[in-house]
């Protein structure tokens, strides 16, 4: 599973990128925010919205939790209209012969099986992202 979820983000970031290189490229609302999950900044978590039919945008949360949305280099914010949101702290080293992994923080309901949803309109805007941790009963 989580080997699905880099190949992904390896992926749609690709795609993200040739979609840059191509010029001019959409109208595009620029997105920032905070990633919290139960009430407690999320670090370096890597934030990924993808719209039903375009290229997602992609950020990276600081200390503090604060994401901005990326659609290609040089090119800041997501595809105005309805996005489902993913939001992971995996990660693996890329190093040869490093075996180092950090493991997932985020409950699958905002990764891998997110319900996240949230719309993106054009110009500037700030999207808050409140996570909570579901309770088993």
Do not use: W
């Given at each position: 599973?989580l080997?699905?979820?880099?190949?992904t983000?390896?992926?749609?970031?690709?795609?993200?990128?040739?979609?840059?290189?191509?010029?001019?490229?959409?109208?595009?609302?620029?997105?920032?925010?905070?990633?919290t999950?139960?009430g407690?900044?999320?670090?370096?978590?890597?934030?990924?919205f993808?719209?039903s039919?375009?290229?997602?945008?992609?950020?990276?949360?600081?200390?503090?939790?604060?994401y901005?949305?990326?659609?290609?280099?040089?090119?800041?914010?997501?595809i105005p209209?309805?996005?489902?949101?993913r939001?992971?702290?995996?990660?693996?080293?890329?190093?040869?012969?490093?075996?180092?992994?950090?493991?997932e923080s985020?409950?699958a309901i905002?990764n891998?099986?997110?319900?996240l949803r949230?719309t993106?309109?054009?110009?500037?805007?700030?999207?808050?992202?409140?996570l909570?941790?579901?309770?088993?009963?």
């Amino acid at each position: 599973m989580l080997k699905l979820i880099r190949r992904t983000f390896l992926l749609a970031f690709l795609a993200t990128a040739l979609a840059g290189c191509c010029g001019g490229g959409p109208t595009l609302g620029r997105v920032e925010g905070k990633v919290t999950l139960d009430g407690q900044p999320l670090a370096n978590a890597k934030v990924e919205f993808q719209p039903s039919n375009n290229a997602p945008s992609y950020g990276t949360t600081d200390a503090q939790g604060h994401y901005e949305l990326v659609f290609a280099p040089e090119q800041f914010g997501a595809i105005p209209g309805e996005h489902v949101v993913r939001i992971t702290t995996y990660r693996a080293s890329n190093e040869p012969g490093s075996t180092e992994v950090i493991e997932e923080s985020v409950p699958a309901i905002y990764n891998s099986e997110s319900t996240l949803r949230k719309t993106v309109t054009k110009g500037e805007q700030v999207i808050d992202l409140a996570l909570t941790t579901p309770t088993t009963p």
